[in-house]
């Protein structure tokens, strides 16, 4: 039976066993104040006893009994004295309630989410610095882990450009990932190309060319390249029809072809030039190293690769080259450059073909 206090308001519950017909006495344990509580009877009881009793029973003296407080049910009533605090407030409060924690719920998503992408922009960056600076075991490492954690076609890109760089076939399943999240049809078919699915991104390319889709010499040079792979020559001409419009790449493309296929001296004359007009850049110094040291001029191409070291994405081909050339020389240089090469390969590396369609690349 649940009483309360008709001093203090406090609420307490006693077994309905315990209370007798004449009522017992009881002391709040909270404010001490002393008070009857007799057996509640129903209606019906009552005048079924009104009836069968004609005389009204003595009144006894009540037993006396101590309440005792206990904190489950002091924790209880105010509860139920929130509850009927709550039931009683008017709508609007309620109603502005529901909307202060819905509003601190959307924000504190908001900004959930918020992190999340600059922690993922701030991996893109130091990986890219990795990349861009030649630090390439670094970046191996750690974007071996961030790589398992997302879907983002730019980071499975990266890493098949480090792989690319150092000439491990395993740039071809991750050129391979990229295509598949890439939404972009030209930047797909570039890297089909790149995985090894030259039949499927050269068709592609030729699709976007058709509905003038992106741009059409960055298309045309990875296009160029694409035919290139296949051994065919209408790729040169493609190359030296966009290099009226863009320089650098589709000239350094008709180089690596010449190199790749053993034209040595077509190779050369043309690096030479790429190299003459852009004195500063490490591919046309790495791959004249190799010309060089593919003619027996370890001595020459010793004199290249050292104003060819630097922070750029093309340092471990230079070590590589040191290390080939010091060689060639018996130079006691060789074993401190092999400690640090990262490419297995046993004669000279070069820089491959270059694309110009790369999913970091927005235009």
């Known amino acids: 039976m649940k009483i309360r206090c008709k001093n203090c308001g406090a609420q307490y519950f006693i077994k309905d066993e315990l209370i007798t017909e004449k009522g017992i ?5 909270k404010c001490g104040y002393t008070f009857v509580i007799k057996k509640r009877i129903r209606k019906r009881e009552l005048s079924r006893t009104e009836k069968k009793t004609e005389k009204p029973p003595l009144v006894a003296e009540p037993e006396r009994h101590e309440v005792v407080e206990s904190p489950v049910e002091e924790a209880g009533s105010q509860e139920e004295s929130l509850l009927l605090e709550w039931k009683s407030s008017p709508f609007s409060l309620r109603l502005l309630f529901i909307i202060l924690v819905v509003a601190f719920l959307a924000e504190a998503t908001f900004y959930f989410y918020k992190y999340r992408q600059v922690k993922r922009e701030e991996e893109y960056f130091y990986l890219l610095r990795n990349l861009e600076y030649g630090y390439l075991d670094d970046f191996l490492r750690n974007a071996a882990k961030v790589v398992n954690k ?13 792989y690319y760089i150092l000439q491990d076939e395993r740039y071809r399943a991750y050129f391979k990932k990229a295509a598949e999240l890439v939404s972009d049809r030209a930047v797909k078919g570039s890297l089909l190309i790149r995985a090894g699915d030259v039949a499927r991104g050269l068709e592609l390319l030729k699709e976007v060319l058709v509905v003038s889709e992106g741009n059409p010499v960055k298309v045309k040079n990875d296009m160029a390249v694409g035919l290139l792979k296949l051994n065919d020559t209408q790729g040169l001409d493609i190359l030296k029809g966009i290099s009226k419009d863009v320089v650098f790449v589709p000239e350094f493309n008709r180089s690596v072809y ?29 791959n004249l190293s190799a010309i060089l040291i593919e003619e027996k001029k370890p001595f020459e191409a010793l004199q290249i690769l050292l104003m060819a070291r630097g922070r750029h994405k093309y340092m471990p081909l230079v070590i590589h080259n040191l290390r080939v050339a010091y060689s060639m020389v018996k130079s006691e240089k060789a074993k401190v450059y092999a400690q640090k090469d990262l490419v297995d390969r046993k ?3 070069w820089v491959s ?10 235009e």
């Open 353 to 362: 073909y270059q694309y110009l369609l790369n999913p970091e690349m927005k």
């Open 150 to 162: 997302t879907s983002d076609p730019v980071f499975f890109y990266l890493l098949g450009e480090a």
């Open 258 to 286: 010449f190199l790749e296929n053993r034209r040595l001296d077509e190779a050369k004359k043309l690096t030479e030039h790429l190299y003459g007009m852009f004195p500063g850049d490490p591919m046309p110094m790495v």
């Open 347 to 349: 004669g000279p590396a």
């Open 25 to 29: 006495r009881v002391k709040c344990g």
